[in-house]
């Protein structure tokens, strides 16, 4: 045994004591290795190994605990570790680095945040003394520490980036919360007010009730006293009758009587006044029973004066109660029109907070959209192609459509959306279908087709119809379904592709397929009138002939939408007239259908002026949206703004607003227009489904034909 003493800096211990056998030790096992020729395992290797024999009899009295050297439980138990090792000599280099430890752990202020790093610095050091003091074992405890330092660094790493999420997660989170108990208030107060309203509405139908009870109970006392009156007139009048009756019988006895004490006094015959008799009594009786039949058949009969007297007091109380359901049917719509202003106030509540929500959320300093670039596939190449032109919220729909196409690609099936009236009819199905995982490419393509198919005969099914009917006809009955499920979640997704968007809006009913034909024919005919001036078919034209062509093609446009198309085209306010114009690539698209700018800024400005077209019918017809719009009034402000309007269009126009057909909408005049209305928001909503453009300029004041 042998000592070496080593001057270090830091505090470190100065003694190391180092077994003499080690190197004969270390080269034995080595011979061994090589005579076995087989791997030892590490613990037999520990084992067999002579470095020092001290750990091997007292391997739990290391000062490694996770506890603080200072502590009464670390005293404890370092008496009782130095009871049970008074026979073992302890190596002095080893309660050196265990002072060296412990004085280190005292001296850390473990009440900051960063405790755990500086507890684990001086076990660094311990490690960093081994490692220099073994150099036979350096490389791998050197290999070991890095692996550990990595992955400490690593889990830094993740603690830092996680740290912004949760503060973010908090102010979320509070904000949320927030915004939940100010809606919560305002539901509690708007739904005690409702309550009160409505505790008023019963108060007054328990009101109309008392009252129509008192006079059914009136009515009925006076038909129980008309009754009774009834049954007293009925009772005098038998009883008059039966007095007529016997007096008229005393009247014939005593005239029989009269007769048989003087038969020579009227000069007859006794038995021809007998046979008189006789007969006339069989009359009286005849007649005794007919009034008898009178009575059973009429007794019930009430007398006119009566009848007519009761029946003008139950035609009062009729009428008393007509003007009282009219008055609760208008208190009733009175109502109804309540709620409905309600629900506007309410939708509009909801407008302004979403408004002023995109005001903040727009106000906060921009972002940084270029680390977006290593998040998208492509890099920052496929990044700036996507990003070019686009504004902050064209390009947060730009990353949910490479988002969302990353989870679409990882879902395999498609749950079904049921059977319900709210389902659209091709989307029909229970259970799950298959998610075909076609590419956008393929997509566009399909749709391409199902619109050349749609135009090249005319249909008359509806749109959504035809396009499952198209599925069937292409993939067959099994996988149409599938097939339908897979286009509606890309189309809805890919919102930016101008093929998807469109096909979209026409599939769910939200624009007509007219919109689609007009444009595409409006393309057609620009491309027409280019061709026509291109004598020399080479597809080039001069910046003043595309000018022209654009100006004679779209009269009412103005100055500033001709220079932008221009400009989408190509042109630069730089450039001179005679620069040439490759027109057939402004009518390209590419593989996705994409069109090109010119293209987009044509279908930009069409939406804007529909939109301002709109918006000053809205002006004509009056500001408030619940206005009720008969179709004279509609006609008239549609001729106020375009007088140019032909009959045809003006009657397309009004057939969509009021979703009627062409011929049932009332002539101009007749008095059927006043009872077809409907709310102007109603009108506006149904015209901005539909083709709706300007005819003519406003100033032209002739009639329509």
């Not at 001057?7 to 077994?19: A, C, H, L, W, Y």
């Not at 009295?61 to 009464?72: D, F, G, H, V």
């Not at 005393?250 to 003087?262: K, T």
């Not at 009175?334 to 979403?354: C, G, N, P, V, W």
């Amino acid at each position: 045994m042998r000592r070496m003493f080593l001057r270090r800096s830091n505090q470190r211990p100065s003694v190391v004591t180092i077994n003499d056998s080690f190197v004969q030790e270390g080269k034995s096992i080595q011979k061994r290795k090589l005579s076995q020729k087989r791997r030892t395992p590490p613990s037999q290797f520990y084992m067999g190994s002579h470095l020092s024999p001290w750990p091997m009899y007292a391997s739990g009295q290391t000062i490694l605990p996770n506890r603080k050297p200072c502590s009464e439980d670390y005293r404890k138990r370092a008496g009782s570790w130095q009871q049970q090792s008074l026979g073992i000599a302890k190596p002095r280099y080893l309660e050196q680095l265990e002072n060296y430890l412990r004085k280190e752990l005292l001296l850390l202020d473990l009440s900051t945040d960063s405790a755990q790093e500086l507890r684990l610095q001086p076990y660094r050091e311990i490690f960093e003394f081994f490692i220099e003091d073994f150099k036979t074992y350096k490389p791998l405890l050197s290999s070991i520490k890095n692996a550990y330092e990595v992955m400490l660094a690593h889990q830094r790493e993740k603690i830092r980036a996680l740290e912004p999420l949760k503060s973010k997660l908090v102010t979320v989170n509070e904000d949320c919360n927030e915004r939940i108990l100010a809606m919560r208030a305002e539901e509690r107060y708007e739904i005690s007010m409702l309550k009160k309203e409505k505790m008023n509405l019963l108060k007054l139908i328990d009101k109309k009730n008392e009252e129509k009870v008192s006079l059914q109970s009136e009515v009925a006392k006076l038909r129980k006293n008309l009754a009774q009156e009834y049954l007293r007139y009925l009772s005098e009048r038998d009883a008059r009758k039966i007095l007529i009756t016997d007096l008229n019988e005393l009247r014939y006895q005593r005239e029989d009587m009269s007769l048989a004490q003087s038969p020579g006094i009227w000069g007859e015959d006794p038995m021809k006044l007998t046979l008189a008799l006789k007969m006339t009594r069989q009359d009286l009786t005849r007649t005794q029973m007919e009034l008898n039949t009178m009575k059973a058949n009429f007794g019930d009969v009430v007398p006119r004066r009566d009848f007519e007297m009761q029946e003008k007091t139950n035609k009062d109380l009729q009428e008393q109660l007509d003007s009282l359901r009219a008055d609760y049917e208008e208190v009733c719509k009175e109502h109804e029109i309540l709620l409905q202003l309600h629900m506007s106030t309410l939708k509009e509540r909801d407008q302004f907070y979403a408004e002023l929500q995109e005001i903040q959320r727009t106000s906060t300093p921009r972002p940084d959209w270029t680390k977006c670039e290593d998040v998208v596939a492509g890099g920052p190449e496929r990044w700036q192609m996507l990003a070019e032109g686009k504004n902050s919220d064209q390009l947060v729909d730009v990353l949910l459509e490479e988002i969302g196409e990353g989870l679409l690609r990882e879902k395999d099936f498609f749950p079904g959306l049921g059977y319900g009236e709210a389902i659209p009819p091709f989307l029909r199905f229970d259970g799950t279908v298959e998610n075909k995982k076609p590419t956008k490419k393929e997509v566009v393509n399909l749709l391409k087709d199902t619109w050349k198919e749609r135009l090249a005969e005319e249909q008359k099914e509806r749109f959504s119809d035809f396009f499952f009917n198209f599925l069937e006809r292409r993939f067959g009955p099994t996988d149409a379904m599938a097939w339908a499920y897979t286009i509606f979640e890309n189309i809805k997704l890919f919102r930016s592709n101008e093929v998807m968007s469109q096909f979209y809006a026409v599939l769910m009913g939200k624009m007509k397929e007219s919109v689609y034909i007009n444009q595409k024919e409006t393309k057609a005919q620009l491309l027409k009138e280019m061709t026509s001036v291109d004598s020399q078919n080479e597809g080039l034209l001069s910046m003043e002939q595309f000018s022209t062509i654009l100006k004679s093609t779209f009269p009412f446009k103005k100055e500033e939408q001709i220079q932008e198309l221009m400009e989408a085209g190509g042109w630069h306010p730089n450039s001179s007239n005679a620069d040439l114009l490759n027109y057939r690539s402004l009518f390209m698209e590419d593989d996705e259908g994409q069109s090109d700018p010119f293209v987009q800024k044509l279908w930009e400005q069409y939406v804007d002026e529909k939109e301002a077209y709109l918006q000053e019918l809205k002006q004509e017809l009056g500001q408030d949206l619940y206005n009720e719009i008969t179709p004279r009034k509609l006609r008239e402000a549609l001729m106020n703004i375009d007088p140019s309007l032909d009959t045809q269009t003006l009657n397309t126009y009004m057939s969509q607003a009021f979703q009627i057909p062409v011929t049932d909408l009332p002539e101009e005049g007749n008095e059927k227009e006043e009872d077809i209305k409907t709310w102007l928001q109603t009108v506006m909503e149904r015209l901005q489904v539909d083709d709706i453009r300007r005819v003519g300029p406003r100033g032209e004041l002739e009639p329509a034909n």
